[in-house]
């Protein structure tokens, strides 16, 4: 299997047990969020070997954490644990329906002291791709400058590389250079995944043919615009399709729900999947990722993703 590498903030994610305001709930669940440990755990399920940089606070829920990826499959030769700092946390609340309130204690976290000496001895060989997020660009200058060096190094190295912007607007202090920032990361990479308004945002473009003709100046390959509930539009190398989301049962909570859907794009297009295939299987564990609670306990292993593909009405995640 091909192996993956990525770079992100791992948290202690508590989900409030009973719906109404984080100020009013007592009682939580404890999860682990991350955008790119969602990402790590959804590839890991589907068989591909994933290697995750980070920093953790050398506290019970950094190493909660580390166990916690080591349990779902995830190479952590490069997490490292830093007693100056502490692990980030999250706290979300419970809903029915629409998005969730989140409040995240993340500012000077283990993580956001990552730099370019977290990638000194990163060793490249037997890589075959690395997936982004517009996230460790948000945590620090140093986080940042670390990204473009990632990114030079994987195309020095001929790696392909796919991002996916997640904009998280309260993570930067202006919102004009965090378009900027984002948009010139995106344009080094092979494959975008951005969502409908994260892409007009990025672009100042409303129709998804010229938000994707605007990554495709710029070198991209190919740009899959995520639709919501609606799908997803997919454009590359002259191929240009709409591919319809999967009925859900009951919506329990959206977030992870791109990243599971990157997991779908990317996992498809090492395995030589055609394109149409790969943005379908995207689709599909976009669907599974709302109907669960944590950011990543409704990512699927094969058997359920093939049953939930063949017949999604009747398919049911297999309970972790």
């Known amino acids: 299997m091909n192996r993956i590498i990525t770079v992100g903030e791992p ?3 508590f989900v409030a047990e009973q719906e109404g305001s984080l100020e009013e709930v007592t009682r939580f669940d404890r999860f682990v ?3 790119e440990v969602n990402f790590s755990i959804g590839m890991s399920r589907l068989g591909h070997s994933v290697t995750y940089i980070t920093q953790l606070g050398k506290d019970p829920f950094g190493k909660y954490i580390g166990k916690f ?22 706290w979300k609340q419970k809903v029915s329906s629409g998005d969730p309130e989140v409040f995240s204690a993340r ?20 890589f075959d791709h690395i997936h982004l997020t517009g996230i460790p660009p948000a945590l620090s200058s140093g986080c940042r400058e670390m990204v473009y060096e990632l990114m030079k190094q994987a195309r020095d190295r001929g790696v392909q590389i796919s ?27 092979d494959i975008v995944l951005p969502g409908i308004e994260e892409a007009k945002l990025l672009t100042g473009r409303e129709d998804v043919t010229e938000i994707a003709d605007h990554y495709h100046a710029a070198g991209v390959k190919t740009v899959v615009i995520k639709l919501g509930a609606e799908g997803a539009f997919t454009s590359s190398e002259g191929e240009r399709f709409y591919t319809d989301g999967f009925p859900v049962e009951r919506v329990v909570d959206t977030v992870g729900a791109g990243d599971g ?17 790969a943005v379908k299987r995207a689709a599909a564990i976009g669907a599974l990722a709302v109907m669960s609670p944590g950011d990543n306990d409704g990512l699927p292993d094969r058997n359920s993703l093939e049953a939930f593909i063949k017949n999604p009405l009747q398919a049911r995640i297999i309970k972790r």
């Open 163 to 189: 991002y996916d912007p997640n904009l998280r607007p309260g993570l930067w202090g202006d919102k004009q250079e965090m378009a900027q920032v984002i948009n010139d990361l995106a344009c080094r990479a």
């Open 69 to 90: 990826l080591n349990q779902n499959g995830i190479d952590t030769r490069y997490v490292s644990y830093v007693p100056e700092y502490t692990t980030g946390m999250q």
């Open 261 to 277: 859907f990157a997991v779908g794009v990317v996992s498809g297009i090492l395995e030589g999947l055609p394109l149409r295939e």
């Open 33 to 35: 969020a991350g955008a």
């Open 107 to 126: 500012k000077n976290s283990a993580a956001s002291q990552m730099s370019l000496n977290t990638i000194t001895n990163l060793d490249w060989d037997g």
């Open 11 to 13: 948290m202690a994610l």
